[in-house]
């Protein structure tokens, strides 16, 4: 399988150095979402949302299914204690996998309404989780039938144990989400439009700003999904095509282009932080990348 790789800075090439391919960890799932790397054990997690399955894969082992059923979950992190977080589409929460295999919810309902259906989520400097709340999941493919009780998509921060706390509403359908490498910037992507927010993050957790850091474009087919940053705070989204990497600026460097319909999320893996498993429609594929991704959350 070739990879078309479309430069367009040299700064790109030190990231995905010239002669980096995509490879096939897996394929044969139906619609694959939320990788998380569990760099304490070494494998690779990741969400099935139509077959409510999470697949797992370890370097040198065949595929094999992780939890059945899972509440059709979509984003996959772990907090600092290494615990599985999920936003889980058709129980509409996110939910934390405990020490002795028990799961229990995180959030459900803002102001006493149920939750749209959390999409993806990180977990902030200071152990909170940001996650963001489009309706998605409010369907049988991806979640399960539902009403949706909020009338917005929310960005929230809520801290175990608490309730969950608004940040921002102004996004028609709020996706992926990461901070920059000093935890002072949280990047947020707009699905319907292909863009991605700018957050300054304050000293108790809350943001201000919000403005449009950059647009994705592109003649192929996808949508900006997912995102994450490198230890020196390049952004990696998924787009139009395939992988976009943006700098601080939020100028284009290049693209990676997938060979499937469309590419919905990446996170990175293996010892090194330097292996970028993305998920894409039927696939799970890796990039090698030049530098080391930032995996502190």
Not at 55 to 78: D, E, H, M
Not at 211 to 216: K, N, V, Y
Not at 262 to 267: F, G, M, R
Request: contains cysteine; charged residues 25%; proline residues 7%.
């Amino acid at each position: 399988m070739e990879t078309v790789i479309i430069r367009h800075h040299p700064d790109f090439d030190r990231l995905v150095p010239p002669g980096s391919e995509l490879e096939i960890v897996a394929e044969g799932c139906t619609f694959t979402e939320g990788p998380v790397w569990n760099f304490r054990e070494g494998y690779l997690l990741w969400s099935d949302m139509p077959e409510d399955r999470i697949r797992k894969w370890a370097p040198g082992q065949p595929v094999t299914i992780f939890r059945a059923p899972c509440g059709k979950s979509n984003g996959l992190a772990y907090d600092s204690e290494g615990r599985l977080l999920a936003c889980e589409h058709a129980n509409r929460r996110v939910s934390c996998t405990e020490k002795d295999g028990s799961i229990v919810s995180v959030a459900t309902h803002f102001e006493g309404k149920r939750l749209n259906s959390p999409n993806d989520l990180v977990v902030g400097p200071d152990g909170s989780i940001y996650f963001t709340d489009p309706p998605y999941g409010l369907n049988p493919l991806f979640g399960a039938e539902g009403k949706q009780e909020l009338d917005f998509c929310g960005v929230f921060r809520v801290v175990p144990g608490q309730e969950p706390e608004l940040l921002f509403q102004g996004c028609e359908r709020p996706n992926g989400l990461a901070f920059s490498p000093d935890g002072s910037r949280l990047y947020v992507v707009d699905t319907a439009f292909n863009h991605i927010r700018l957050f300054q993050v304050q000293e108790d957790g809350s943001v201000k700003g919000g403005d449009i850091f950059a647009r994705l474009s592109g003649k192929e087919t996808g949508n900006c999904d997912g995102l994450k940053v490198d230890g020196e705070g390049h952004i990696y989204s998924t787009g139009p095509g395939g992988l976009h990497i943006l700098n601080p600026s939020g100028e284009l460097l290049g693209r990676v282009i997938v060979p499937e319909r469309h590419s919905a999320n990446l996170n990175w893996g293996l010892s090194d932080a330097r292996a970028l498993f993305i998920t894409a429609t039927s696939r799970v594929y890796s990039l090698r990348v030049g530098v080391a991704g930032d995996v502190r959350r």
